[in-house]
């Protein structure tokens, strides 16, 4: 099983509609939760880290179920900008804080 | 935000040379550089712990003898590709740790390699 786990999509949405991204990990242990965005053949950018309580950024929102091992990220009024694959990322303190990336899941925004 | 560069950010090789990818922390300095590796489709893979000043730990599964990674200062890791194969070719990804205010990774533009 891999540690970080995605749908691959693509998920396919209409401008303006709310899309929501689902993530789960294995280890138990893990202490940092993150989204990143990458845009096709660049480097990952940080989005937002994920925090128990939820926190919300703009149109994003991210939230983490610690019990159930699970991340989501929730994009409202969705823009053509959107368009990237969005990676979830885990980072575990034990091992040299060490970043574990999911595949990630593809976003494509259309008029 | 810091910024990491890389160079060169993309190479085509014959097969059997050598590729040296430099990574740079153009505005802070990083005891810690990371190397990743990032196949199409797939997630990127963390191939090497870079410390300055000291060995490189290497994730199971990578030959420490064909990836060569040298930090010798605070600004500067490099990976090199040693007698590179059409198998090596990737999209090659480096980032620079930074811990305060708070524990962060900066991340190079990449560097895309093909062997021929």
């Known amino acids: 099983r891999k540690e970080v786990e995605q749908d691959p999509g693509p998920f396919n949405v209409p401008e303006g509609a709310t899309v929501a991204f689902n993530c789960t990990y294995s280890?138990?242990?893990?202490?940092?939760f993150f989204w990143y965005r990458q845009d096709c053949r660049k480097e990952p950018k940080l989005l937002m880290s994920?925090?128990?309580s939820g926190n919300e950024d703009g149109r994003f929102t991210a939230q983490l179920n610690r019990a159930s091992q699970y991340i989501s990220l929730l994009i409202r009024d969705s823009k053509l900008s959107d368009s990237a694959t969005y990676l979830c990322v885990v980072r575990n303190t034990g091992g040299g804080n060490k970043l574990t990336f999911g595949t990630g899941t593809q976003l494509k925004v259309e008029l | 935000g810091a910024v990491v560069s890389q160079h060169p950010s993309w190479v085509i090789c014959k097969s059997g040379t050598s590729v040296k990818i430099e990574c740079r922390s153009l505005?802070?300095?990083?005891?810690?550089m990371f190397w990743y590796r990032q196949f199409p489709k797939q997630s990127l893979m963390l191939m090497a712990t870079s410390n300055e000043g000291s060995k490189a730990t290497y994730e199971q599964g990578v030959e420490k003898d064909k990836f060569l990674i040298n930090h010798a200062s605070l600004t500067l890791s490099t990976l090199t590709v040693t007698s590179a194969h059409p198998e090596d070719s990737s999209f090659y990804i480096c980032?620079?740790?930074?811990?305060?205010?708070?524990?962060?990774?900066?991340f190079g533009p990449g560097t895309r390699l093909l062997v021929l």
């Open positions: 280890n138990s242990a893990s202490q940092s």
């Open positions: 505005d802070f300095q990083a005891t810690t």
């Open positions: 980032s620079a740790r930074v811990v305060a205010p708070q524990e962060t990774q900066y």
């Open positions: 994920v925090y128990s």
